[in-house]
């Protein structure tokens, strides 16, 4: 699971310029969350290979009551799922009081905590750390969120320190390994908890809590006609209710790592209600991960014909982007459906890991390239010469020829529609990477 650092700070000190900095480094699209959890941003990056969550909590108050009165807060509830904290205190303004109070409240949690001293650029690091010595909060981490300044060594560092608890005492056991991983995932109330149930049936099912802290997801595994699956549970539907637990049902942290763990994401809508950015949002992320994807769209009992028409433009212009994806129309509460969507996740999980011959991968683009040849750059042909296979899940073509780095983004959309119609590649998303020479 993909560790979380949460980002916390008294307003202006830099949070959201270090947060942009930190989500800007993956190459893809970042999107957040406006909206679906107030005074939260979440997202997604990477230093080297290692790639984490970022949470920005947003403003505490500026003054020590403020503080204390902020530390009860909705956005203050990130806190429950960092792995790491990262205190942000300002070199310009120097140490405040309401610094001072934050420390003492961090300090009592006990998450694993990192001060940073931002805006040392342009100052004399050693005299712009000094001062925050005295939080007590061990070695000041000087950087300049503006600039990316000693930022990545820094993460790079943070991340090498959590390492060893990350994996857990075990890991998952290995039955949990096999097997089709599906994550079902939506914004809160459209029912997910509701088709996990039905998707399980009334089936007795092992619980696995994944070590960790107060975010553990669960790993169900069950089967389902001679077929292996392992449900990734972020609603906690199945988990022994204990009852000191306060913590929200939904978790953007739980969802983001869910659609890490599967092979394969359930993305719920709800029919009864428009579809939201935050549907749209969470949409980009799935994208992003290149996770194999099928759209259940819930509540359709119930609709008058208008309604369902409705809905469906909204999905077109909405969640166009995932044309990709096979959409069922469901009932998670009447059961309609749900049978359903078993047959398009195992042909989405297919796609998602097949192999893809050489030959026929050349096959394929030779018969591309003669029916729309590539464009012409400064009277030059763009060429394309052959192809292979560069990764599963999602599939990667890899196009070798010349002058690729111009391939307009029109053309490359063509070749995946191509790629995907004549290998049947439904349910998946297909990436091209394209690579001059040879
Ligand atoms: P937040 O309220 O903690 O999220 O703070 P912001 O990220 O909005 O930053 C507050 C102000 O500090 C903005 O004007 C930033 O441009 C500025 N700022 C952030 N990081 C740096 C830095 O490393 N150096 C300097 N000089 N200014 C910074
Ligand atoms: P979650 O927050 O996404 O896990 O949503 P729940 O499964 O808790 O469902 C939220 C509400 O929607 C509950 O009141 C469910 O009974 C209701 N609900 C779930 N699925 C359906 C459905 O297919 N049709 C209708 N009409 N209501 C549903």
């Not at 063509?414 to 020479?437: A, D, H, M, S």
Request: proline content about 5%; glycine content about 10%; some cysteine.
């Amino acid at each position: 699971m993909e560790p979380v650092i949460v980002l916390v700070g008294r307003p202006n000190v830099g949070k959201s310029t270090l947060f942009n900095y930190l989500t800007r480094s993956r190459d893809a699209l970042v999107a957040d969350y406006p909206g679906l959890t107030r005074d939260r941003q979440y997202g997604r990056g990477k230093v080297g290979s290692r790639p984490y969550i970022v949470v920005d909590t947003g403003g505490l108050g500026d003054d020590p009551e403020g503080v204390a009165l902020g530390m009860q807060s909705q956005a203050m509830r990130a806190l429950d799922e960092a792995d790491v904290v990262l205190f942000l205190v300002d070199a310009r303004a120097g140490l405040t009081a309401a610094d001072e109070e934050l420390a003492t409240v961090l300090r009592r949690r006990g998450t694993p905590l990192y001060l940073v001293v931002n805006k040392v650029d342009g100052m004399n690091r050693a005299m712009a750390g000094a001062e925050f010595h005295r939080l007590g909060l061990g070695e000041p981490h000087m950087i300049a969120a503006s600039q990316g300044t000693h930022v990545a060594p820094f993460i790079e560092q943070v991340l090498t320190d959590l390492a060893p608890q990350e994996s857990g005492p075990e890991g998952l056991p290995a039955e949990l390994e096999e097997g089709i991983k599906v994550a079902v995932v939506g914004r809160p109330n459209v029912g997910k908890s509701t088709l996990v149930n039905r998707m399980l049936g009334e089936e007795r099912v092992l619980v696995y809590d994944m070590p960790g802290t107060t975010r553990d997801s669960i790993f169900i595994p069950f089967e389902r006609d001679d077929c292996q699956y392992t449900l990734i549970d972020t609603a906690g539907v199945r988990r022994r209710a204990r009852i000191d637990e306060a913590v929200e049902k939904f978790s953007v942290v739980k969802t983001l790592q869910a659609i890490e763990a599967a092979n394969v994401v359930i993305m719920v809508v709800d029919a009864h209600e428009a579809v939201t950015d935050q549907d749209a949002s969470l949409a980009g992320h799935v994208l992003e991960s290149g996770r194999a994807l099928v759209l259940a769209v819930n509540k359709w009992d119930g609709l008058q014909p208008a309604q369902k028409e409705s809905v469906r433009r909204q999905l077109d212009v909405k969640l166009g982007f995932l044309d990709f994806a096979r959409t069922h129309y469901i009932s998670a509460l009447h059961g309609s459906g749900v049978g359903l969507l078993f047959d398009d996740i195992r042909k989405a999980y297919d796609a998602a890991m097949r192999k893809l011959s050489t030959p026929l991968l050349n096959e394929v683009l030779s018969d591309a390239v003669a029916a729309h040849e590539p464009p012409l750059v400064h009277g030059r042909r763009i060429k394309l010469r052959y192809a292979h296979q560069g990764g599963q899940n999602p599939p990667l073509i890899v196009i070798h020829g010349n002058q690729t780095e111009k391939v307009p983004a029109g053309y490359r959309r063509y070749l995946i529609n191509v790629f995907r119609r004549e290998l049947g590649l439904q349910g998946t998303p297909v990436r091209i990477e394209f690579k001059t020479g040879q």
